[in-house]
């Protein structure tokens, strides 16, 4: 980080003051990173960055008074900025959250991620995957690489009730090659990997990906790659 650049500024929202402490401490002990909220609930954090925006929220699911889920759903809503004032679609401006899990407990993630995460992580995850999810997500990228995410994307979709599913329909407007790069999406494969695998440009693989998320409407990655298992195109496991 250069002197001119600011510090990614987070905000730690989890009901356990151990975990937060644990937290602050790995993130403090970055030059290029700084925790400037610390909340206690959905609640309290909705309040506190309404007057203190930051770009990266890691958010705990399950927490008193209003869970990470509706927390998440208000801070990533269209058209709003990180005080919760309406604003054009375009000029949205709200931070990346990142959600906070223990795996096989929360299974309405799915959801916090359908409302706009940019992924999540294991809180038992080490602290250099800490480090680099925040990092990935502050740069416009999503948390999909590692193999417990994949994992955890796998286990909510299949469990999600088929009424809540999405229909296949929505890959129609794909083409033969978008829908080879969203499979390779779906198995955690990164741009560079991609582009190894059909033999293109990286720069090429991103410009289908980003077409595959606008026909998807699809905020970022994680929310490509769980319509992907939703609607049948990709298998668990496979």
């Known amino acids: 980080m250069t002197t001119t650049e600011q510090p990614i500024s987070i905000a730690l929202v989890d009901d356990q003051q151990l975990v937060r402490a644990g937290f602050s401490m790995v993130i403090g002990s970055q030059p290029d990173m700084e925790v400037v909220v610390e909340a206690g609930d959905g609640a309290q954090a909705l309040r506190l960055l309404a007057s203190h925006p930051v770009d990266v929220v890691l958010m705990d699911v399950r927490m008193p008074s209003m869970d990470g889920l509706a927390a998440t759903e208000q801070l990533t809503a269209p058209g709003r900025g990180p005080a919760g004032a309406e604003l054009p679609a375009e000029e949205t401006t709200g931070p990346k959250v990142i959600i906070l899990t223990t ?3 929360d299974e309405y993630v799915l959801h916090a991620i359908r409302a706009g995460a940019s992924g999540f992580l294991l809180k038992d995850a080490p602290p250099e995957e800490l480090l680099e999810a925040i990092r990935t997500v502050h740069r416009g990228d999503a948390v999909i690489a590692p193999s417990s ?3 955890l994307i796998e286990h909510l979709a299949t469990r999600l009730p088929a009424e809540q599913r999405t229909g296949s329909e929505v ?3 794909l083409t033969d090659r978008e829908r080879e790069v969203l499979v390779l999406m779906a198995k ?6 991609v582009a190894a695998e059909l033999y293109v440009a990286e720069a090429t ?3 289908h990906v980003g077409r595959v998320l606008a026909k998807l409407n699809a905020r970022d990655r994680v929310q490509a790659v769980v319509i992907a298992y939703e609607t049948g195109l990709v298998k668990p496991g496979a």
């Open 103 to 105: 795996f096989d407990l």
């Open 149 to 151: 995410t994949k994992r």
């Open 171 to 173: 890959l129609d407007g």
């Open 188 to 193: 955690g494969r990164s741009n560079q990997e």
């Open 205 to 207: 693989v991103k410009t």
